[in-house]
């Protein structure tokens, strides 16, 4: 058997990949909750706002992806921050993956939990979730990097559905009425930063320097991808709130499942379960990416970076966060307040992140005077 | 090729160190019926021995070019009486046995004890015939035979052009079967080329007789099921390979020729495509897609709705279902499963069998046995329909090897679904496209240009543009020229 | 050695998922062959404030049938009375149809409603019907004629729904909800009577939120069609002029005054003349045209009716409050508008266009 080098580097990757990587780390499981928290038809506007935001996050991100240090990978962040801290901030971003891998898992399996298998342990589902996820993460971070193309022309043709809802008789322009909002609630911050946090997951893409060919046309790229995502979010939010109205909306909880469930199809009775599982190439494609990141992590932040790769730490890993996941499936998930507690540790958590990694990184940067540097 | 010396050395390390003499050949060949040792009384200082192995040469040749020269000639050397054979000088012994095995005659002129060989292959193969396993209506209708010689003149015939390079190795310890590397000069990645023959050098095993074989110890991902060379028989497609960029490796003794780097989606290419007109051909290849995808995922389907997702089948087809259903022992996982099983041994004795005796069994197998199946309770009749359905769709599959992988897939998709419905499904098909992802075929991606991502390939993946669309060759491939036509000036 | 051991373990892991397929425990087990499906269930009410649901078993299957009915006080209760009662396990996942009796209708129905909507099984594309008659009675009278009564009734229904045929009123639940939770609109169903030879279409059961207030029929029925459900109808025969329309199109244009006291309702119709047996020489455009100025009064008259027995009932299920909803202003209170909607002039105002008959017609008129 040939030896696994899960992190080795043969290929780099050019901006098409960073754009869909971009675009499916930002749609994994918020977007399908998004609207039953946004509820009201000015907030199309808050959503292109923030777009609009995290476009200006990207810029950063891209800033450290053109310098030299970040195709160094782990050694890059030694050089800018010192080895002590990057072992005490990959020990943070532990925690952080922990949770984002949390919510998205248990949410999707709740998911499938209410909408296919109601009977089912989501823990299982979980289980099983995690058995793809490692087959796929055990190919190593080149090919995780490369399945997101698969996952993308496996998930993104199912939006063309939606369109469905923008012709009468479910299409009235009137349900789009008030266009600005007459007073500003407090819920409506909530769902500000749910916003926020559902287009953090690209500062993910810090850590993947090294595997991204970075050129003067990395920023254009990642703008395609939040672009691509704004348009996405915008247009979901726009269907729901033809199908359901703004006064329904808050009373669903999966608005855009409910909505696939409308569709009809001679073959198949229920679209919405095939799609529901083909939502699972993007959900398995970011827990894998993720999963291997976690590992990368651990292994800094326990400082076995010396010792080479292997299938059975990852395995280990995984085992851990299964572990992990059971445990908050028990503990938090299961019972609904705590679970909102965690959706909303998870939302102010994804904006931390996605506002603080770049910011922070490209203030090292300029403190230290790290130069840009071009390469082809 | 210093190295296959040595091997051999090693192997014949006592016969090697003797010298080379009509006595160290008469030990060899003891025991060999087919053996010949001959003298020839030239003068009467003169004789020539004559040392070849009978079922290797051609006799009526030996006549005509060699005895009859010889005997007729007076000039005092052996090259100048044999004129229309080429003579080979032997230094050692090894090269002698070789020479001798490989279908040559040794002279040894006992005057100048001097060894020559002159090679009289025995002729004996097959002619030119059509190919059987790929067939085509339209174009072209000559294949390869077991011959490598009369192979490559098939290839050189279409490729009239120097930068066709042939170049030759020899691998098995006991069968000694060449292999031809051949690829175009300046147009192929010369990666592929390194590639291949380093694999080559490391081959270390006694005996080929297929072309496969020598694919197996070619491949990177010896456990996978999908095939990382392309097996053809079709002097055409080759061609066509070779000027795409691939390199192509043609087997002594073998029809089929070895074609790499292949994408999984050349598996979904028939010569055929590039006959038809390109619309026709589009909408051919794509109907080969969909058959692929259906008769991986529609019994898997039957299993999960009727197990698990009652829900999603349309209430007519509800009724029938129910009805075909209702009195059947087995549930619907065990009823599929025995089905294709069922199916894959109908298919493994039809291929066994004489051809017209397979027609019957074909006959009985589907038919019969097929609807007393229904009759008599076992399975129900809309899972013969579709058990019908997967099959023949996976027969159009151009690739035999990949029809064969695809009973495989379907026998796990068809478990994962009875395990998890179609969330098994879908997590089956993230497993075999997670699994081709990572796939290669001599070290380049096997599921380009999907991942990673060539978009100017596309025009001849799903569809098949143009001829005159495709001005450039298939980036993926990496060739040295991308352009295929001639720049103008 | 270690090749062996890997293969052990490969054929324990291969055992192992076909051990689970056999007996997956995780899930539940839907096995067609093992489950009744319903197609529809019938709501009605029973003593003492009870429900009395009933539906017929099995369902989609060849066998005998029989109706079954419990009184039960939760929806959901009856489906798990019916489980102790019948060898197959009863699911909702295909259910097609809901019929609600008249009398539970007038009562309220948004307990069940929210039944329907709660359970993920259940399509929102099922149709609900109310029903006027004993339903049940019905039922058991149809089991030795027709073997598939349920699904012939969910055909028609999916008939009309699908391509706008113009004949009936049909909601699935989507649209009930929709009407229902929404502000200024009111939903409404089709009703259908139970006769003795058969079920027959009555007309359409308006709703004040989830209380039926008053079933419109025949012609009202027949205007509600086209200004509102299907803005279509394959017929529109008016007895009073002895003229039949076909292919009747509509539009319509909303217009409210800013102090939303008055609103123009304007109906444009396109159609035809299918029939005609009275006197007139429609040949002449003169006469097609008073026909045209008498039809559209009538039609003005009747539908000024309509709209002001929906003002008396404080319903809108032609959503006509929507228009007051603004891009750049704050909606108004639903009670605020229940209440203008009350007291607002509505102005009906049809424009009809009838398809001259044709060329060749008129001119041997002139002949």
């Known amino acids: ?376 | 090729m210093e190295k296959k010396q040595i091997e051999s050395k090693l192997v014949t390390q006592s016969i090697a160190e003797s010298e080379l003499s009509i006595e160290a050949l008469k030990k060899i060949l003891v025991q060999m019926d087919d053996a010949e040792f001959v003298e020839i009384d030239i003068s009467d200082i003169r004789k020539i021995h004559l040392v070849y192995i009978r079922t290797l040469i051609d006799q009526e040749k030996l006549n005509e070019s060699i005895i009859k020269p010889l005997t007729s000639c007076s000039k005092p050397s052996i090259q100048d009486c044999i004129v229309n054979s080429s003579i080979i000088p032997i230094p050692t012994f090894i090269e002698a046995k070789k020479q001798l095995f490989s279908g040559s005659i040794l002279l040894f002129d006992s005057s100048q004890n001097l060894w020559l060989a002159v090679p009289l292959k025995n002729p004996i193969g097959r002619a030119i015939e059509s190919s059987e396993t790929e067939t085509i209506l339209f174009g072209a209708k000559d294949s390869f035979s077991e011959q490598v010689e009369q192979n490559i003149t098939l290839i050189r015939r279409r490729l009239p052009i120097h930068e066709l390079k042939a170049e030759k190795f020899t691998v098995g310890s006991l069968s000694e079967t060449s292999v031809v590397l051949m690829y175009i000069e300046g147009l192929t990645n010369p990666d592929f080329v390194s590639t291949v023959k380093e694999k080559i050098s490391e081959i270390n095993f006694d005996l080929f007789f297929d072309s496969s074989q020598v694919a197996a110890f070619l491949e990177e991902h010896q456990n996978s099921i999908f095939p990382q060379f392309q097996q053809t028989d079709r002097p055409d497609v080759v061609t066509y390979s070779l000027e795409l960029g691939k390199i192509t490796l043609l087997v002594d003794n073998t029809p089929f020729a070895l074609v790499a780097p292949i994408t999984f989606f050349h598996l979904f290419q028939s010569p055929e495509d590039y006959i038809n007109r390109w619309v026709v051909a589009s909408f051919l290849r794509i109907i080969r897609y969909v058959s692929f995808i259906l008769s991986v995922t529609l019994i898997p389907f039957y299993v999960a709705l009727t197990t698990h997702h009652y829900q999603m089948i349309p209430i007519q087809t509800l009724l029938v279902l129910v009805d075909s259903r209702s009195k059947l022992p087995f549930t619907p996982f065990w009823e599929a499963f025995i089905m294709l099983i069922f199916i894959e041994i109908i298919k493994e004795a039809s291929l066994r069998m004489p051809t017209k005796t397979g027609q019957t069994l074909g006959v009985i197998g589907g038919i019969v046995i097929g609807q007393a199946a229904v009759e008599a309770g076992f399975a129900s009749n809309v899972l013969i329909v579709m058990v019908g359905i997967s099959t023949i769709a996976s027969f159009l599959i151009p690739n035999y090897l990949m029809t064969k992988a695809n009973s495989l897939i379907q026998l796990m998709l068809l478990i994962f679904s009875s395990l998890l419905g179609i969330i098994g499904i879908a997590l089956g098909i993230i497993a075999i496209l997670a699994h081709l992802n990572s796939l290669s075929s001599i070290k380049q991606p096997y599921f380009s240009p999907v991942s990673p991502f060539f978009r100017k390939d596309w025009i001849d993946l799903f569809i098949r543009g143009p001829l005159v669309k495709m001005m450039e060759r298939p980036e993926h491939l990496k060739p040295l020229k991308l352009k295929r036509y001639k720049t103008r000036r | 050695m270690r090749l062996h051991k890997k293969i052990f373990k490969r054929l324990i892991l291969l055992f192992m998922t076909f051990w689970l397929s056999g007996c997956a425990h995780f899930t539940k087990n839907n096995l067609i062959e093992e489950i009744s499906p319903i197609t529809f269930l019938s709501i009605s009410k029973g003593d003492k404030g009870k429900l009395k649901i009933s539906t017929i078993l099995p369902p989609l299957s060849k066998e005998k049938k029989i109706v079954m009915s419990q009184e039960v006080s939760l929806l959901k209760e009856g489906v798990q009375k019916y489980n102790l009662n019948f060898y197959q396990e009863i699911k909702s996942g295909q259910m097609r149809m809901l019929v609600i009796s008249e009398e539970l209708g007038k009562d309220g129905i948004m307990s069940i409603i929210n039944v329907l909507l709660t359970d993920p099984d259940i399509s929102l594309r099922i149709y609900l019907v109310i029903v006027k008659g004993n339903f049940e009675e019905y039922l058991e009278s149809q089991l030795d004629k027709d073997e598939n009564f349920d699904y012939s009734f969910y055909r028609m229904l999916k008939h009309y729904e699908e391509k706008n045929q113009g004949e009936l009123t049909v909601v699935n639940l989507h649209e009930f909800k929709n009407l229902l939770y929404t502000p200024y609109s009111d939903p409404f169903l089709p009703v259908f009577k139970i006769q003795e030879d058969g079920v027959s279409y009555e007309g359409t059961a308006l709703f004040q939120d989830d209380k039926l207030v008053e079933t419109i029929s025949s012609l009202d029925d027949r205007i509600f069609q086209l200004i509102n459900n299907d803005h279509y109808l394959e017929v529109l025969p008016i007895p009073k002029f002895e003229v039949v329309l076909g292919h009747v199109r509509s539009k319509i244009i909303v217009d409210i005054d800013s102090s939303y006291s008055t609103m123009t309702y304007t109906v444009n119709i396109d159609t035809r003349i299918e029939e005609y047996r009275g006197e007139k020489q429609l040949f002449d455009p003169k006469e097609l045209e008073n026909m045209k100025k008498n039809i559209e009064t009538h039609l003005e008259k009747q539908t000024h009716e309509l709209v002001k027995k929906m003002q008396e009932l404080k319903v809108d299920p032609l959503q006509l409050g929507v228009q007051t909803k603004r891009p750049f202003s704050k909606p108004m209170e639903e009670k605020k508008w229940i209440e203008m909607f009350e007291k607002m002039d509505i102005k009906i105002k049809y424009i009809i266009n009838i398809d001259s008959l044709t060329d060749a017609n008129s001119k041997r008129q002139n002949l």
């Open chain 1, 1 to 376: 058997m040939e030896t696994h080098q899960l992190f080795k580097k043969n290929e780099t990757y050019n901006g098409l990949y960073a754009m869909l990587l971009v675009n499916r780390l930002q749609m994994l499981y918020f977007f399908l909750i998004m609207p039953s928290i946004l509820i009201n038809p000015y907030m199309i506007w808050v959503l292109i706002a923030v777009g609009i935001l995290s476009q200006l996050n990207l810029l950063l991100l891209s800033k450290w992806l053109l310098t030299r240090l970040s195709s160094n990978g782990y050694n890059g962040f030694v050089q800018l921050f010192g080895e002590k801290l990057v072992r005490f901030l990959s020990f943070i971003g532990l925690f952080f993956i922990l949770l984002k891998l949390s919510v998205i898992t248990l949410g999707f399996s709740e998911i499938i939990q209410t909408f296919m298998f109601p009977s089912t342990d989501t823990n299982f589902l979980v289980f099983f979730i995690f058995l793809f996820c490692c087959y796929v993460a055990s190919k190593g971070v080149e090919h995780t990097i490369r399945f997101v193309l698969i996952s993308f022309f496996c998930t993104f043709w199912m939006i063309t559905f939606f369109v469905f809802f923008f012709f009468p008789p479910i299409a009235q322009l009137s349900d789009l009425y008030p266009l600005i909002p007459m007073d500003w609630k407090v819920e409506n911050w909530k769902a500000f930063f749910l916003i926020l946090s559902s287009y953090s997951g690209p500062e993910f893409l810090v850590f993947l320097g090294p595997w991204l060919k970075t050129n003067n046309k990395t920023f254009r790229y990642l703008s395609y991808g939040n672009a691509l995502t704004v348009v996405e979010y915008v247009f979901l939010f726009i269907a729901s709130l033809l199908y359901f109205g703004s006064n329904y909306l808050s009373k669903s909880k999966y608005p855009i499942i409910n909505m696939a469930r409308y569709f009809q199809n001679p073959v198949f009775e229920r679209i919405d379960m095939v799609m529901l599982s083909f939502e699972l190439f993007n959900l398995v494609f970011a827990v894998s990416l993720f999963l291997l990141l976690f590992y990368g992590a651990s292994k800094i932040a326990f400082g076995k970076m010396s010792k080479p790769s292997s299938g059975k730490g990852l395995l280990f890993s995984v085992f851990l966060i299964f572990i992990g996941m059971v445990l908050v499936n028990e503990l938090f998930w299961k019972s609904w307040e705590k679970q909102n507690f965690l959706l909303n540790l998870q939302i102010i958590a994804g904006s931390i992140s996605y506002f603080l990694v770049p910011l922070i990184i490209v203030l090292v940067m300029k403190k230290k005077g790290v130069k840009k540097h071009a390469s082809t």
